[in-house]
């Protein structure tokens, strides 16, 4: 598990644990754990999808910018 993803158990075990607490100590600190790693893998997966969002967007751009200089300059 990487250093982030225990930030991201830290962060959630404030909501998960104080609920869980009250049935089983164990099974909260394993609950808040489970939480924090998953949340960590889904904002990993979105942060990858919007960096790739981001280029692709950014090369549309470019290439749409060069259409119109090309189309300025044939003018």
């Known amino acids: 598990m990487p250093a982030s ?22 099974l909260a ?10 949340y960590w893998a889904v904002s990993v ?3 990858g999808a919007v960096d790739r969002w981001q280029s692709r967007l950014a090369a549309h751009l ?3 910018q060069l259409r119109r200089r090309r189309t300025a300059t044939l003018v």
């Not at 600190?29 to 998953?38: D, P, R």
Request: aromatic share 14%; hydrophobic share 60%.
């Open 5 to 26: 993803a225990s930030f991201f158990a830290y962060v959630t075990h404030w909501v998960v644990f104080p609920d869980i607490r009250e049935i089983d100590e164990a």
């Open 62 to 64: 470019r290439r749409r």
């Open 29 to 38: 600190v394993v609950a808040s754990l489970a939480v924090g790693v998953a």
């Open 45 to 47: 997966r979105v942060m």
